[in-house]
């Protein structure tokens, strides 16, 4: 994938005048990536940011106190909230799974009462959700209308959108229900390969469950398109392409060269790892993004093996 490629493709909404963003998570994988393609494109962004800010741009806060410095708000169009505790950190512990939940609700609670006692609120709030909302649904298609499953990351989703949803009367909200993130710069991918270069990978459990994936550049262009859309509510970020966990893990391990043949069976995945191994890697889910396309928006990244390809073809350990 050149870097030409790699561009964000112009479309007539974004040829208007660019708005002004405030973006939470900023340092993250998919917040770096956002912030480096609107800068790109003319967008004014700002970050919220936890220490004493050191640019112009950056601007602090608090979650867990729900403080904000009340300048960041100001002639604000667009809110994005990437912000949350990762969920491939490993085991959930108790403790971690009560991370997971408060980062995120904190996050959204803090920017929704900003949003509160600004004079002017924003035009429209990007709030991060999960495909986890829908939770195991072997046999089943995942728009963004089917109702909420059962599990520990369908509970955290349901609240973290319903925290979004409190935002002020005139706001436009939208729940960016995320899928597998496929980028060799973080998450999933680089787990994939370092099990792979250990001639480890193989099945996770049966390996014909549905895996929903997105590219990170669509992802990053599906949120520069809400941005300008007239959708409200949630959105399924995921690729059209249907694929399962076991095609995922074999394009990775064919393009790190290594063997796919060691089966990992559910039962010492869910030994090791419990909640995570249930909710993570055993979980079915054909999530469709049926909005997104409904919507107009065209995906860079259709197909998994050619992006898999792409991604590792050149300057390996980059990301494209």
């Known amino acids: ?9 112009p479309t007539d909404s974004r040829n208007s005048p660019k708005p002004t963003l405030l973006i939470s998570g900023a340092s993250g994988l998919i917040g770096t990536a956002l912030i480096g393609r609107a800068t790109a494109e003319g967008y004014s962004v700002r970050r919220l940011v936890r220490h004493s800010p050191r640019l112009e741009n950056e601007y602090q806060w608090d979650p ?13 169009d667009v809110v994005v909230n990437l912000s949350g505790a990762s969920l491939s950190h490993l085991p959930w512990t108790a403790g971690y799974k009560q991370k997971i939940y408060r980062s995120r609700i904190d996050s ?8 509160h006692r600004c004079d ?4 429209s709030f990007l709030s991060a959700s999960g495909v986890g909302y829908y939770g195991n649904r072997p046999g089943e298609k995942l728009t963004a209308s089917t109702a909420r499953g059962t599990g520990f990351l369908s509970d955290v989703c349901a609240d973290w959108e319903a925290a979004a949803h409190t935002a002020p009367k005139g706001v436009r909200v939208v729940t960016l229900r995320t899928s597998v993130v496929l980028s ?4 999933v991918l680089p787990i994939l390969e370092r099990i792979a270069k250990l001639g480890a990978a193989g099945p996770l459990g049966a390996g014909t469950q549905y895996w929903p994936w997105i590219s990170l550049r669509d992802h990053v262009d599906a949120q520069l398109h809400l941005m300008h859309s007239s959708i409200v509510g949630p959105v399924n970020l995921a690729s059209p392409e249907q694929t399962s966990a076991s095609t995922l893990v074999r394009a990775v391990a064919h393009a790190a060269h290594r063997p796919y043949w060691l089966p990992t069976p559910r039962f010492a995945l869910v030994a090791a790892l419990g909640d995570a191994a249930k909710e993570l890697l055993l979980s079915d ?3 469709e993004p049926d909005r997104l396309v409904g919507d107009g928006y065209e995906f860079h990244d259709p197909k998994l093996v050619p992006l898999v390809t792409d991604l590792y073809a050149e300057n390996p350990g980059t990301d494209r």
Not at 64 to 76: E, H, K, N, P, Q
Not at 109 to 114: D, I, K, R
Not at 120 to 123: A, D, G, L, S, V
């Open 108 to 115: 959204t609670n803090a920017l929704v009462e900003a949003m």
């Open 120 to 123: 002017t609120p924003p035009k």
């Open 285 to 287: 889910q054909f999530v």
């Open 184 to 187: 060799r710069a973080g998450g």
């Open 64 to 76: 867990s106190l729900s403080t904000i410095d009340r300048r960041a708000m100001d002639g604000v």
């Open 1 to 9: 994938m050149s870097d030409s490629q790699n561009d964000l493709s």
